[in-house]
């Protein structure tokens, strides 16, 4: 393998894991998705004799205008470039009226600098926005929190989400932190110590030996 063929498999190797997942196109979300999401925490949508019927769910600046079925079909991946997405709904209840709602769907552009480059990022600040907006006086209220499924796009909501958890494997081992927290509490350090200390340094600076070299490298790099 020529080293330029090498480099080009290898270079941004941070990046290229972090924003994997970010990456990849997912398909446009039905109607259904749509309307099941809104039914998982609508009062309307919870009570069998109730129901959400979509009107419209498409790019905010084509709603009402001559261009609006051309929304059908769009790639999801305009969303995660921070296109609005407009979903108008209604909710009719048992003996009432139909009632029309509109709700704005947004994420996060995914873009270089501005704290916007890893996924990472943007769910950082979108979980802040939804902390805090509804206690802002004067400020547009959020209603939930969500994700889209990389399966099928469906709408996952977060609202009722607490604290974020992992579930892994479980590995041979000790955990490193209890090591420092030995040399901390004895003020000693072991003939092992050192080795760990090495091993952990080469391979840090092995995962960090390729730079990314792209556009918006002084804006990943220097933010």
């Not at 490193?176 to 840090?204: H, M, P, Q």
Request: proline content about 3%; hydrophobic content about 35%.
């Amino acid at each position: 393998m020529n080293e330029r063929l090498k480099w080009k498999l290898n270079h941004d190797f941070l990046s290229t894991i972090i924003n994997r997942r970010a990456s990849a196109v997912l398909k446009t979300p039905t109607v259904e998705n749509i309307q099941k999401y809104l039914s998982s925490f609508s009062a309307a949508g919870k009570n069998k004799k109730n129901r959400i019927k979509i009107e419209y769910f498409g790019p905010l600046n084509l709603y009402g205008t001559d261009l609006e079925g051309s929304s059908k079909g769009l790639d999801i991946k305009k969303l995660g470039y921070g296109q609005p997405y407009l979903i108008v709904y209604r909710e009719s209840s048992y003996g009432a009226k139909p009632q029309q709602k509109k709700a704005i769907l947004s994420t996060m552009r995914i873009g270089h600098g501005f704290g916007h480059d890893y996924r990472s990022d943007r769910i950082d600040n979108q979980v802040l926005a939804f902390d805090t907006w509804n206690l802002l006086p004067k400020h547009c209220r959020v209603w939930d929190i969500g994700a889209f499924d990389r399966r099928d796009s469906s709408l996952i909501s977060l609202g009722n989400s607490g604290e974020f958890f992992l579930l892994r494997p479980m590995m041979p081992g000790i955990e490193y932190y209890k090591d420092l927290d030995r040399i901390f509490e004895t003020g000693t350090v072991e003939e092992s110590d050192f080795a760990r200390a090495e091993a952990l340094a080469r391979y840090l600076a092995q995962i960090h030996s390729k730079k990314y070299e792209g556009d918006g490298r002084r804006e990943l790099y220097e933010r």
